[in-house]
């Protein structure tokens, strides 16, 4: 079965060294200079080659993978960020699983600690939310992007218009960016 044998591979990535950031810049309209980057996980096995976010993340999700790779994306990139934050300051964009949600407490931790441990500015960095993780546990979401825009963190929510787009979610939660999806406006 495919599905076992990716999920097998995966289980073991992180400590294979299979796994890797990608930085897709983010830039002003108006003057055309990158203002930031947004790091996207990706995953190359050497058996199964080059494997995609779509086929992936969906099983990292179910098994519960999701935060242990979601854990060392964020301190991974907040890393490599810091490494270039002298020489050009520049936004971190981190996309957040909603299963991430699932554990508060360990989010947060890992969150807390990686900006300890790398000296990542929290004004710096922008954490990217899908509107499904609006609908998981909506008091305890919210205690989260509030405690993390207290710390100056950016917060966006990303692919609006996919799921439910109650336009309620924007004056709720603290948002300060909003990514809608490309189906939404077409």
Known sequence: NKRLTMESYLRHAIER?????????????????????????????????????????PLAEETGLIHEMGEWVFRQACKDAIVWHHKRPLRLAINISPRQFSSPARFVETVLDTLEETGM????????????????????????????????????????????????????????VLKIDRSFIQ
């Open 17 to 57: 060294d299979e796994l890797y950031v990608r930085y897709q810049p983010i830039v002003h309209l108006d003057t055309g200079d990158m203002v930031g980057v947004e790091a996207l996980l990706r995953w190359h096995n050497p058996k199964l080659g080059e494997v995609y976010p779509d086929q992936f993340i």
């Open 121 to 176: 500015p929290p004004s710096l960095l922008e954490l990217e939310i899908t509107e499904g993780a609006l609908l998981i546990d909506l008091p305890e979401v919210t205690r989260l992007l509030e405690e993390f825009e207290s710390l100056g963190m950016r917060l966006s929510i990303d692919d609006f218009g996919t799921g439910y787009s109650a336009l309620g979610y924007l004056q709720r939660f603290p948002f300060d």
